[in-house]
């Protein structure tokens, strides 16, 4: 069974740093990208980052960049996102999620994922 399991959320001032995990089991870890995803209150979910398993590219929604950081522990099957410098925008329910077939290119089109965790939640206070 296909399993995403997000850790890590939490209630951080502005300015503050978190890290989310994304622990996997089910599937070969080495085969897919995984992305970040992030939904706030009354917003449609969207691509926050993605690391892809072909070449270790990595890729970030224009809000993110400069502030958060993907990575990937093979060994581990385990994604992270560090998270710096965060802003109350940044409030949501961070998913990361796997595409449904291996080899796939990176996405950050909710639509592209088949395969979601139960999501983590992440409140910035100002």
């Known amino acids: 069974e296909v399993q995403l399991v997000e850790s890590g959320g939490g209630l951080v001032q502005a300015g503050g740093s978190l890290r989310l995990s994304c622990a996997t089991s089910?599937?070969?870890?080495?085969?897919?990208?995984i992305g970040w995803f992030r939904q706030a209150p009354g917003k449609a979910r969207e691509g926050v980052s993605c690391?892809?398993?072909?070449?270790?590219?990595?890729y970030y929604a224009e809000s993110v960049k400069g502030r958060f950081t993907i990575s990937r522990d093979n060994a581990k099957n385990t994604v992270y996102l560090q998270m710096n410098t965060l802003k109350p925008e940044d409030t949501a329910v961070y998913y990361c999620?796997?595409?449904?077939?291996?080899?796939?290119?990176?996405?950050?089109?909710?639509?592209?994922?088949?395969?979601w965790g139960e999501g983590t939640l992440v409140t910035v206070s100002s």
């Open positions: 999620a796997r595409p449904p077939r291996p080899g796939t290119y990176c996405s950050l089109v909710p639509g592209d994922m088949d395969y």
């Open positions: 089910g599937f070969t870890f080495d085969d897919y990208a």
């Open positions: 690391f892809s398993n072909r070449d270790g590219s990595t």
